[in-house]
């Protein structure tokens, strides 16, 4: 997967924070969404909230290449997970 090494080689300085992953990258959240944005070329794709302080956010790009990452209220953002093949599920139509 070379996205990952990519990513881990663009991000300057990366910070690692406490998580039962490995590794993870924090930026300041600003900071994140311009890379993901202009060197990366993803737009966020999902949002979700995780508690008061926390909010979950997927972002895609058009080769389905994803990154999943964790918004806290401090201004902070860690990518903490990213892979390939993204599919966005339609939900049924209920009619």
């Known amino acids: 997967m070379t996205r990952v090494f990519l ?3 663009c ?3 990366p910070a ?6 490995a590794h993870v990258i ?3 959240t600003e900071v994140m969404h311009q890379k ?4 990366f070329g993803e737009t966020r794709a999902a949002t979700g909230l995780r508690g008061r302080e926390q909010i979950m956010e997927v972002w895609t790009d058009k080769q389905g290449d994803w990154t ?3 918004t806290y209220a401090s201004g902070t953002s ?5 892979g ?7 939900p049924p139509d209920p009619a």
Do not use: F, G, N, Y
């Open 36 to 39: 993901l944005t202009r060197q």
């Open 68 to 70: 999943m990452v964790v």
């Open 16 to 21: 690692l924070a406490t998580s039962p992953i």
């Open 78 to 82: 860690c990518i903490v997970a990213m």
């Open 11 to 13: 991000m300057a300085s």
């Open 84 to 90: 390939e093949e993204w599919t966005p599920v339609t």
């Open 26 to 28: 924090c930026e300041p």
């Open 7 to 9: 990513i881990l080689a």
